[in-house]
């Protein structure tokens, strides 16, 4: 799929980050936008920039984790676009510390948003992308630790990964309707889930908030971007990509885990330990 003019794009979590750069990066295209978000304010203005380059663009505030919010979701955008042509399952939250700190009730959040959130869009529109007959692409978003162990995130470990297998499987069933299935997996990217995330273990050293603002200011210095994620999920759905890497810490960490699991390991364990310490960190992405 390489001209996008008039295509139907979905797209969760679109009030900010990097589901607002992909509407944007499709509406740019030529693309018609159907836009998904909890947070009502922030997904009234990416509607609104949108709109100002003259994007058809419907948005409905929307609970993911919620199947009943996501098949009315599902109804109002068939009903207001005919069709869909591309889903990217986007939205996502984060929960970080040590297993034994974190509770029942995060779990629920994040595992609701982070992988039923994806389970929720897929089950409402594949069915229907199918009976169009006329193929299509599904996106997912997951994470680079969605392909390697990363100790203090375990949470957002666990739903990332659950994200990875659900669509390289999704992919080859898929392909039998000539549907594509892409998964998307973003290393440290500046993005509001930091400030959004909830820490159950407490810092080391300083405050969460000093950790965070920390954590900012060094991504915002990066070259690797939301955008730069909207233009993998660009390329992904273009040349119908399965497993799609972006920075470069995703591809160092991916391959050193394949190659050698218990160096890997090894590795973790020991930074686990000199956080512990005080010598180095624990953060969560």
């Not at 948005?59 to 591309?86: H, K, L, T």
């Not at 971007?225 to 993998?232: F, G, K, L, Y």
Request: charged letters at 20%; aromatic letters at 6%.
């Amino acid at each position: 799929m390489e001209d996008f003019t008039a295509k139907a794009v979905v797209v969760t979590g679109a009030a900010s980050g990097i589901g607002r750069e992909i509407a944007l990066a499709f509406a740019r295209r030529g693309a018609r936008l159907a836009l998904a978000d909890i947070n009502e304010a922030g997904l009234r203005g990416t509607s609104d920039e949108l709109g100002g380059i003259g994007s058809q663009v419907c948005a409905q505030v929307v609970d993911i984790s919620r199947a009943e919010e996501v098949g009315a979701f599902c109804d109002a955008v068939y009903g207001e676009m005919g069709s869909v042509d591309i889903l990217c399952n986007n939205a996502g939250v984060a929960v970080g510390g040590e297993l034994q700190d974190i509770g029942l009730k995060d779990w629920d959040w994040i595992v609701g948003v982070n992988l039923q959130g994806v389970i929720n869009g897929c089950h409402f529109f594949y069915p229907r992308m199918i009976a169009q007959g006329r193929g299509g692409h599904i996106v997912n978003v997951a994470s680079g630790l969605g392909l390697i162990p990363a100790p203090g995130s375990i949470p957002y470990v666990t739903t990332k990964h659950g994200v990875v297998g659900l669509s390289e499987t999704l992919r080859a069933e898929a392909a039998l309707h000539g549907i594509g299935v892409s998964v998307v997996c973003p290393g440290f990217i500046l993005t509001g889930i930091y400030r959004d995330a909830r820490q159950c273990t407490p810092p080391v050293t300083g405050t969460r908030e000093e950790g965070v603002a920390d954590t900012e200011r060094r991504l915002a210095k990066r070259k690797y971007s939301a955008a730069s994620v909207a233009e993998a999920v660009i390329a992904a759905v273009e040349k119908n990509r399965g497993v799609v890497r972006v920075c470069p810490e995703t591809y160092a960490g991916d391959i050193l885990h394949r190659l050698n699991r218990r160096l890997y390991g090894f590795l973790m364990a020991g930074a686990m330990a000199r956080g512990k310490r005080g010598v180095g960190e624990s953060a969560t992405t």
